[in-house]
């Protein structure tokens, strides 16, 4: 009776243990996971922060590009203006060198 | 046995062949106008010359001449150009809009507006269209007749010159100005004071001709001021250029009518086509001028078989670019393309063109301005280039800019009149430059250490 009540039990303990051992290695195997995938995160966020970095760096730079061209664009037309109001001053004064 | 052909075959195929050559010679033909144009457009040369002065009037035209175009070389102003074709400076300039009249790029093809509408005036003796400002000489009769056209300067708006009909009174040669009370004035005010008369020369602003009208006080005459031509710029007579008044003056008796008018749109007729020129008009022009053009033009519609293109008519009268463009066929077939200009070769040297005598180290200079902009400093001295009598001014290009220079003259009393005339007429304060101290620049009394323009 008594041998059969211990092989009982050791029926009964063996797959206990089994499965306890089987739960221990996934679970190292879920934090290894976990932290691989904790680390891409990381280096994704990394990634993602260096990105936006690099695209607010790239928008302050095509801004200060088209705000250089603007004020280029500006200058250029100021001195557009600027000369062709010395040449309509100019033309003036020869018209009225032209007088007896 | 003799086989009889059948006649009606024989026939039909002689037609056929018939049929077959003439679609080919026509062919033939096409392909040859096709070689003629293209040879043409290859191997053409510009002209040497241009017809810009005297010009036949077909009985029933009324527009004459051609349009033109040349290429400008280095150092070319629009005056220079307008001056040796015959033209004045107003009518360049609104054929070429957005050129720079003194200092226009070499290479540019530049439009010579050598085609003109007649006036709607009698054509008989002289006839003056003030918004053109161009005169016309018509001579011999109603089966064949000829126009001389010239270019004219024309009254300011304060002082215009009159319109309505008046004759050729009297002509003189080296005649002398007497200096109207009214110009003396305006000298004085600039600190100008000016002789009660001006005998023949250089200074002399009626040139070696006139002709005086039978309205008192207006004449048209020549000038010592050429670059004026196209301008409003006289107190009411009409100048011409020295060259123009000498052959208008040997070519028309006294007495011979002279009709001013104003007329800055114009309609007219060539070869079955309706051509209209706007012109900008004078200030002081009648504001009905425009309304009595578009009701001409209705009449014309109505005859005519075809349809006015109204939008184009406003686009000639906006643009007012000086020159006849075609608006209406009359005719069945007729072309109304406008023409293509005739190319017309840079001549050598164009006439009449200031001349810059070489500079030499003893002689006197004026330094009329201190610049950094090379366009300006080119600008600047082709003006004074131009004053009447002329002014000889070159660009001296130095590291930091330009300097306009004036001169040389051969002492300090021609230097000083250069400074007072730059003072007076540009409002420029020369600094004259005195051979014996070289590089030290030394005022003039009464004007300032600067070389800036006002």
Same mark, same amino acid.
């Given at each position: ?7 009982? %039990? ?30 891409k ?9 260096? +990105?936006?970095?690099?695209a ?10 088209t ?33 007896k | ?69 040349? *290429? ?43 085609s ?14 003030? +918004? ?19 270019p ?28 109207p +009370?009214?110009? +003396?004035?305006?000298?004085r ?12 020369g250089?200074?002399?602003?009626l ?6 009208l ?9 000038t ?31 007495n ?28 002081? %022009? ?48 007729s ?6 200009? /005739? ?9 009449? *063109? ?6 030499? /180290?003893?002689?006197?200079?004026? /330094? ?10 080119? *600008? ?10 002329q ?24 230097a ?19 051979p ?7 005022? /003039? ?10």
């Amino acid at each position: 009776m008594k041998k059969g009540l211990l092989l009982i %039990s050791l029926l009964l303990v063996f797959p206990i243990t089994m499965i306890g051992c089987a739960t221990t290695s996934e679970l190292e195997k879920v934090e290894a996971q976990q932290k691989l995938i904790d680390a891409k995160a990381d280096q994704a966020l990394q990634d993602a922060q260096a +990105a936006k970095a690099a695209a607010d760096a790239a928008k302050l730079k095509a801004d200060d590009a088209t705000a250089r061209a603007e004020n280029a664009e500006k200058a250029a037309m100021e001195r557009e203006r600027i000369a062709d109001e010395k040449a309509k001053k100019a033309d003036a004064a020869f018209q009225k060198s032209m007088k007896k | 046995m003799l086989r009889i052909p059948d006649l009606s075959l024989v026939s039909n195929r002689l037609r056929l062949i018939a049929l077959c050559v003439f679609i080919l010679s026509l062919q033939g033909c096409a392909v040859m106008k096709n070689i003629q144009d293209k040879f043409r457009h290859v191997t053409s040369h510009p002209d040497k010359e241009i017809e810009k002065i005297d010009f036949p009037v077909a009985k029933g035209e009324d527009v004459i001449g051609r349009l033109a175009v040349v *290429r400008l070389e280095k150092g070319d102003t629009l005056p220079d150009i307008a001056r040796h074709f015959g033209l004045g400076i107003n009518a360049i300039s609104a054929a070429n809009p957005g050129v720079d009249v003194w200092v226009p790029e070499a290479g540019e093809r530049i439009i010579l507006p050598l085609s003109f509408i007649l006036p709607d005036a009698p054509r008989k003796g002289l006839v003056v269209n003030l +918004a053109t400002m161009r005169l016309f000489h018509f001579k011999g009769d109603g089966t064949s007749m000829v126009v001389s056209t010239y270019p004219v300067g024309v009254g300011t708006e304060e002082r215009p010159t009159p319109t309505g009909q008046m004759r050729v009174a009297r002509k003189a040669t080296r005649p002398t100005w007497h200096v109207p +009370a009214s110009i +003396a004035a305006d000298h004085r005010k600039k600190g100008d004071i000016l002789p009660a008369e001006v005998p023949p020369g250089p200074k002399n602003p009626l040139g070696e001709y006139a002709l005086y009208l039978s309205k008192s006080g207006y004449l048209i005459h020549g000038t010592n001021k050429p670059a004026s031509i196209g301008l409003q710029a006289t107190n009411g007579c009409m100048r011409l250029y020295p060259e123009n008044v000498k052959k208008l003056f040997n070519d028309t008796p006294v007495n011979t009518p002279v009709a001013i008018v104003n007329q800055p749109y114009l309609i007219g007729q060539r070869n079955g086509v309706l051509y209209m020129e706007a012109h900008t008009p004078l200030e002081n %022009s009648d504001a009905g001028e425009l309304e009595k053009m578009h009701a001409k033009l209705r009449t014309i519609e109505k005859k005519s078989a075809g349809t006015l293109d109204w939008k184009k008519v406003k686009e000639v009268q906006s643009e007012a670019r000086g020159i006849p463009v075609p608006i209406l066929a009359m005719r069945q077939g007729s072309e109304t393309e406008a023409p293509e200009p /005739l190319e017309v070769e840079h001549p050598d040297a164009l006439y009449g *063109r200031p001349e810059i005598p070489e500079l030499k /180290l003893k002689a006197w200079y004026v /330094l009329a301005a201190d610049v950094r902009d090379e366009i300006e400093a080119r *600008r600047l001295a082709a003006i004074i280039n131009h004053q009447g009598p002329q002014i000889p001014a070159r660009v001296i290009a130095r590291d930091s800019g330009f300097r306009v220079l004036a001169g040389p003259f051969n002492d300090a009393g021609e230097a000083g009149d250069a400074v007072k005339r730059l003072k007076y007429d540009l409002d420029i304060d020369g600094i004259v430059i005195d051979p014996a101290r070289k590089r030290q620049a030394s005022p /003039l009394p009464g004007t300032a250490h600067r070389t800036e323009r006002r």
